[in-house]
C-alpha cells in the first residue's frame, strides 16, 4: 500500500517557521515510529505570487486534489497589500478552500490546564475545556444571491442573502454527527429558527439526518444568540457545535478566546469522503502570517502541531497518535516552556520557535 500523503504549502511570514517543526515531527514519525509520510512541498500566497504571477498554481492545485490531505501555514503581508484583489494571498487560499469544496471547518477549543489562567473567564469555567464547532463553510448568506449594493428609489440598499439547500445542510451535519461518534456521541446544533426560513429548514434537516443515520447520537437544538450566551457561561456544557457559516464566524472566533492565545489554535476544513473513505481535508492553523513577528523565532508552533495532530486522526486514522501528540503539547506547557505569546505578566524567559518544537519531540 502507498504511504499516507501530506501537500505541505508553508506560505509566507511566519507559516515556514512554524511548519518547519511540524517537518520535524514527521521525521520523528518516520525514524522513531515507521511511520513514512509522502511528503511533498509547494508556494501558495504571496511567494507563490512572487514566483508564478498566481497566488495558487494549477499544479499546485492539481497537486492538492491528489494527496490525502493538505498541510497549510499562512498567507499573506503587507508586501502584497497593495495587489489587485485577483491575485491577493488570500485568494490562494479560496481557491483551494473552493475547489477542493470544503466545506466542514473545524474548530476545536481546548483549554490546556497550564494555559487556564490565560482566558479572560474564570479558570473554573475553562480549565478541561475541550471542544469543537463544526462550521458550515462554503454556503449561508456570504455566498447567497441576490447581493450586491442596489438604488431603490433615492437611496441605496445593500443586500446579502442567507440561502442554504438540504444538501447543504445534510452534509455539514453528517460531518458533525461523524465527530461526535469519534469524541463523546453529542451534537448541539445552533441556528435561529425563531426568526429565519433557514434556520427552520436548518433544524428540520439536521434533526432528520439524525433520526435516519444517527440515532445513536444525543442531539440537541439551540437559537445562536443563547447559544453564544451559553458558550461564554458555561462551555463545558458542550461538546460538538454544528452551526452556519455566519453564525459559525462569530461563534468560533467567541470560543477560541475562551483559550487565550491565537498561537495554539488549529483547524480542520473537510471536504466529501474520497475513494479511501476519508475527507478531502486541509489543516492549518487559526493564526495568520504575523508580519510583525516574521523572521525572529519566536512565532509558537503549537497551533500549526495541533493541526497536524488534527491529520492524524481524521486523515489517517492515526487518533492514538494524535492524542500523544496533543499530550505531549500538554506536558512541555505543564513544564513551563513558553514562547513570548505565552509569557504572563511574571514574566520569565520565552523559548524559540525551534526550541518549543524540540522541547514537543522529546516529550
Ligand atoms: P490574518 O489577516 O492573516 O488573519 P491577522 O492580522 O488577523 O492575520 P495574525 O497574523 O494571526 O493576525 O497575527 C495577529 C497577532 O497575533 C500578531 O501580533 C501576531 O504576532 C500574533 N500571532 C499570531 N500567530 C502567532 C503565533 N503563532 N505565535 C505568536 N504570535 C502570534
Ligand atoms: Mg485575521
Known amino acids: 500500500m502507498a504511504n499516507p500523503s501530506i501537500l505541505i504549502l508553508a506560505g509566507d511570514g511566519i507559516g515556514p517557521e512554524v511548519m518547519a517543526e511540524v517537518k520535524k515531527i514527521i521525521g520523528w514519525y518516520d525514524a522513531k515510529r515507521g511511520i513514512t509520510f509522502d511528503v511533498s512541498e509547494d508556494l501558495v500566497g504571496g511567494c507563490a505570487y512572487d514566483k508564478h504571477g498566481t497566488p495558487l498554481h494549477d499544479d499546485t492545485m492539481a497537486k492538492a486534489q491528489d494527496v490525502d490531505c493538505v498541510l497549510l501555514g499562512a498567507v499573506g503581508g503587507p508586501k502584497?497589500?497593495?495587489?489587485?484583489?485577483?491575485?491577493?494571498?488570500?485568494?490562494?487560499?479560496?481557491?483551494?478552500?473552493?475547489?477542493?469544496?470544503?466545506?466542514?471547518?473545524?474548530?476545536?477549543?481546548?483549554?490546556?490546564?497550564?494555559?487556564?489562567?490565560?482566558?479572560?473567564?474564570?479558570?473554573?469555567?475553562?480549565?478541561?475545556?475541550?471542544?469543537?464547532?463544526?462550521?458550515?463553510?462554503?454556503s449561508g448568506v456570504y455566498f447567497g444571491e441576490p447581493r450586491g449594493i442596489f438604488t431603490e428609489g433615492n437611496e441605496r440598499v445593500g443586500i446579502n442573502t442567507q440561502r442554504y439547500t438540504e444538501s447543504e445542510i445534510a452534509r455539514v451535519a453528517r460531518s458533525a454527527f461523524e465527530l461526535a461518534r469519534r469524541r463523546n456521541n453529542k451534537v448541539c446544533s445552533m441556528e435561529k429558527a425563531n426568526v429565519m426560513?433557514?434556520?427552520?429548514?436548518?433544524?428540520?434537516?439536521?434533526?432528520?439526518?439524525?433520526?435516519?443515520?444517527?440515532?445513536?447520537?444525543?442531539?440537541?437544538?439551540?437559537?445562536?444568540?443563547?447559544?453564544?450566551?451559553?458558550?461564554?457561561?458555561?462551555?463545558?456544557?458542550?461538546?460538538?457545535?454544528?452551526?452556519?457559516?455566519?453564525?459559525?464566524?462569530?461563534?468560533?472566533?467567541?470560543?477560541?478566546?475562551?483559550?487565550?492565545?491565537?498561537?495554539?489554535?488549529?483547524?480542520?476544513?473537510?471536504?466529501?469522503?474520497?475513494?479511501?473513505?476519508?475527507?478531502?481535508?486541509?489543516?492549518?492553523?487559526?493564526?495568520g502570517s504575523a508580519p510583525d513577528i516574521a523572521g525572529q523565532g519566536k512565532a509558537n508552533p503549537i497551533a500549526c502541531i495541533l493541526s497536524f495532530a488534527m491529520a492524524l486522526r481524521y486523515s489517517f486514522d492515526l487518533g492514538e497518535e494524535?492524542?500523544?501528540?496533543?499530550?505531549?503539547?500538554?506536558?512541555?506547557?505543564?513544564?513551563?516552556?513558553?514562547?513570548?505569546?505565552?509569557?504572563?505578566?511574571?514574566?520569565?524567559?520565552?523559548?524559540?520557535?525551534?526550541?518549543?518544537?524540540?522541547?514537543?519531540i522529546a516529550a
Open 322 to 360: 494524535a492524542t500523544r501528540l496533543e499530550q505531549a503539547v500538554e506536558k512541555v506547557l505543564a513544564d513551563g516552556v513558553r514562547t513570548a505569546d505565552l509569557m504572563g505578566p511574571e514574566g520569565g524567559v520565552p523559548v524559540s520557535t525551534s526550541a518549543m518544537g524540540d522541547a514537543i
Open 197 to 287: 426560513e433557514s434556520g427552520i429548514l436548518w433544524r428540520q434537516v439536521v434533526q432528520e439526518i439524525h433520526d435516519k443515520e444517527y440515532p445513536d447520537v444525543e442531539l440537541s437544538h439551540m437559537y445562536a444568540d443563547a447559544g453564544a450566551m451559553q458558550l461564554c457561561r458555561w462551555p463545558k456544557q458542550f461538546d460538538v457545535i454544528v452551526t452556519d457559516n455566519l453564525f459559525g464566524d462569530l461563534l468560533s472566533d467567541a470560543a477560541a478566546m475562551l483559550t487565550g492565545s491565537l498561537g495554539m489554535l488549529p483547524s480542520a476544513s473537510l471536504g466529501a469522503p474520497m475513494a479511501n473513505g476519508r475527507p478531502k481535508a486541509l489543516y492549518e492553523p487559526v493564526h
Open 80 to 138: 502584497y497589500d497593495s495587489l489587485d484583489f485577483s491575485v491577493k494571498p488570500e485568494r490562494g487560499l479560496l481557491r483551494l478552500r473552493k475547489e477542493m469544496d470544503l466545506y466542514s471547518n473545524l474548530r476545536p477549543a481546548q483549554c490546556f490546564d497550564a494555559l487556564a489562567d490565560f482566558s479572560s473567564l474564570k479558570k473554573e469555567v475553562v480549565a478541561g475545556l475541550d471542544i469543537v464547532i463544526v462550521r458550515e463553510l462554503t
